[in-house]
């Protein structure tokens, strides 16, 4: 993909927002050093915050001054947001399903979604033999030989 | 010759069966495009946790030369790397696979990582010990500036930028930190359950390696799209035994080059592999034939990215500074198994050093034995479609990363993190420097503070940090690391813009 950093319409180029982001992390990260009953228990992560925080005012100086900066690539959200969410709803449901079957089901979706046949059928009949495929030898992987103990809901 | 009174361990029959597991998984796990060597170990660790520190290692060692080599397979056929190890390969390798001489191609791959792998672990058996002796020199002090050390090699090799890899080592020491003050052992940066305890160093490098590879293959619109294919020719593997001896010069540079990058802490096999296949174009009578079918080019490449394997475990074994980001998760693997890096690897651990270090040189065999076996059939592993292999990867993240302790906040950290690396990869941030941070971390700060004690007991920290011979070479180490990268940046930068102003100078 084209890396994007060109001026926005809006003002800002990406690459300043970029640094500029970085930059606001880094300072985050040195507000949570701060502030300590015990300073001496952060004293260790205070003083990689100062340098991490003085190498992004660093960064962010240098897109200012256009002498290079970050080269942002477009993220194709609306292609990612179904993997997101199966992401979220799969760690939710491993407790409540059970490791295996929610893992089948996650590893069903991903496939299916994905899948660039456009024959619903082949997309199911596949992704569903795929799916069960994989868990399997997960389950022989896993649970038989190495003893694993996995979490069990409703279901396996 | 210590390591010939272990060699018979590795022949006996639980090793060895693990030894030809590990070497064929790994061959076909590096032949899988977008599963990097780094990624085949953190996923494999998981796997040797029930077994005992001999057998964990070998299967760890086994996969982490055979993917190395393995990975070369999808680059001359399809043109997908398997890992970054194999880009120099490539460019050579698939116009070769283009012009109907695959087979030809995948012989020099494995007969010349044979020869650079073999000689790397020579040059890792003999000179660990030595370096194991120095590390006994090292107080709190000087193992707080090798750590930095490593962190300024990994940072300046990371990700193209050094700010980049410096603000990314730095992060990943920052999450290092998480959980415990681990000389007052105080509670710190706990916001939720999930990071009591901190952050476990297997589902960082899980969450940093598999989750943005996953994210990537499923973020093309072609991500169940079908992959080039070449003709696959017969070829005498006799033949290619004596052509790739009969190309010295090109041997000699892949071996030299990837010895020298292996043992030099941060560098990795795509540096080794890159550095080799442009000094023998470089070095060539007809440097135009390169890029178009040259064998010398995938020689080069192939034994320098081989060779890189064994001494980049040198400053590993004795320093506990990984030669690679490989390597660096392969410590994650030792220091579960309860083996530190350092002399006592070589005189309380020597078993299971040396049937390590002489599985090692086994495995370069039955590489290049399976390798050669195998590639007439390795076209069918590059078949796998991006989708299929997104989810499947991310159901072995899961897993791998959920057996680690049985915790489901593992997990959690590992997507987060993973999600996380994604996103910063998109502004042209690394994951190898901020995993080397991660692992340096805790070591760096322990060291750091222990020195700073035994320091407020002595002349102070100026005077015990600052002074003596060992820790005035690292200083100058560390500072010619971050300076030698930055002037390689910089003249980059200047070739860039030569290269818009004078394109047509640049051309010829």
């Not at chain 2, 790397?120 to 107080?139: E, N, Q, R, S």
Request: include cysteine; charge should be neutral.
């Amino acid at each position: 993909m084209k890396p994007v950093s060109s001026p926005a319409h809006t003002g800002l180029k990406h690459s300043t927002r970029a640094a500029i982001a970085v930059f606001l992390f880094a300072g985050f990260l040195l507000w949570l050093c701060t502030g300590h009953e015990n300073p001496e228990v952060y004293l260790f992560p205070f003083m990689v915050s100062i340098a991490l925080f003085a190498l992004s005012a660093l960064a962010l100086g240098r897109d200012l001054m256009g002498l290079g900066g970050h080269d942002v690539q477009p993220v194709p959200m609306l292609r990612l947001l179904p993997m997101l969410v199966i992401i979220v709803a799969y760690v939710l449901a491993i407790e409540l399903v059970g490791m295996y079957s929610s893992s089948l089901l996650a590893l069903f979706l991903i496939v299916f979604i994905y899948h660039p046949s456009e024959q619903l059928m082949s997309r199911l009949s596949s992704s569903a033999l795929i799916a069960a495929g994989f868990i399997g030898l997960m389950y022989v992987l896993f649970s038989i030989l190495l003893k694993v103990q996995t979490p069990r809901g409703w279901f396996l | 010759m210590e390591f010939l009174q272990y060699f018979g361990e590795v022949f006996t029959l639980t090793h060895f069966m693990i030894l030809v597991g590990g070497t064929v998984g790994g061959l076909i796990l590096g032949a899988t495009p977008g599963l990097s060597p780094t990624m085949a170990v953190a996923l494999l660790i998981p796997f040797t946790f029930q077994m005992e520190p001999t057998a964990s290692l070998i299967l760890l060692g086994a996969v982490y030369t055979s993917t190395v080599a393995g990975g070369a397979v999808s680059g001359i056929l399809v043109n997908i790397p398997g890992a970054p190890a194999n880009i120099a390969t490539v460019m050579d390798g698939h116009p070769m696979a283009k012009q109907g001489r695959a087979t030809e191609a995948l012989h020099y791959c494995f007969i010349s990582s044979l020869i650079g792998g073999v000689i790397g672990v020579f040059l890792l058996i003999f000179f660990t010990p030595p370096l194991a002796d120095l590390a006994l020199k090292f107080g709190p002090a000087e193992l707080f500036w090798v750590s930095i050390f490593g962190v300024t090699i990994i940072a300046s090799l990371g990700g193209g930028s050094v700010i980049k890899g410096l603000i990314a080592g730095a992060v990943g020491i920052w999450i290092s930190t998480i959980g415990y003050n681990p000389v007052l052992g105080e509670e710190r940066f706990a916001f939720s359950e999930h990071l009591t305890g901190g952050v476990h160093i297997i589902a960082a490098l899980i969450g940093l390696f598999a989750i943005p590879q996953v994210l990537t293959l499923l973020d093309s619109k072609t991500a169940g799209g079908g992959v080039e294919m070449n003709a696959m020719e017969n070829h005498s593997i006799w033949q290619s035994f004596k052509y790739t001896l009969s190309r010295v010069r090109a041997l000699t540079i892949g071996t030299v080059t990837g010895s020298i990058v292996g043992i030099i802490p941060g560098a990795g096999g795509q540096i080794a592999g890159l550095v080799a296949y442009d000094q023998t174009r470089k070095t060539s009578k007809d440097s135009s034939r390169f890029g178009k079918g040259e064998p010398d080019g995938v020689i080069a490449a192939e034994s320098a990215n081989n060779a890189m394997v064994g001494p980049s475990l040198v400053p590993l074994l004795t320093l506990g500074i990984p030669g690679s980001p490989t390597a660096a998760v392969l410590l994650g693997g030792l220091l579960i198994n309860g083996l530190f890096p350092g002399p006592d690897l070589f005189t309380v651990h020597s078993a299971v050093t040396w049937t390590f270090i002489d599985s090692l040189l086994v495995g370069q065999v039955l590489m290049m034995v399976f390798g050669l076996s195998i590639s007439r059939y390795s076209r069918f592993v590059t078949r796998i479609p991006n989708h299929v292999m997104a989810a499947a990867v991310t159901i072995l993240a899961v897993f791998g990363t959920y057996s680690v302790q049985n915790s489901l906040s593992d997990v959690i950290v590992m997507f987060t993190l993973g999600i996380g690396m994604y996103f910063i990869a998109k502004i042209g941030f690394s994951p190898a420097p901020l995993v080397l941070g991660l692992i340096l971390g805790q070591l760096t700060e322990t060291n750091f503070l222990q020195g700073s004690m035994i320091a407020d007991s002595m002349d102070g920290p100026w005077v015990y940090f600052f002074s003596g011979t060992i820790n005035l070479i690292l200083i100058a180490l560390c500072v010619l690391s971050i300076g030698f990268s930055i002037y390689s940046e910089m003249r980059e930068n200047r070739r860039r813009a030569q290269a818009v102003t004078h394109p047509n100078e640049e051309a010829a």
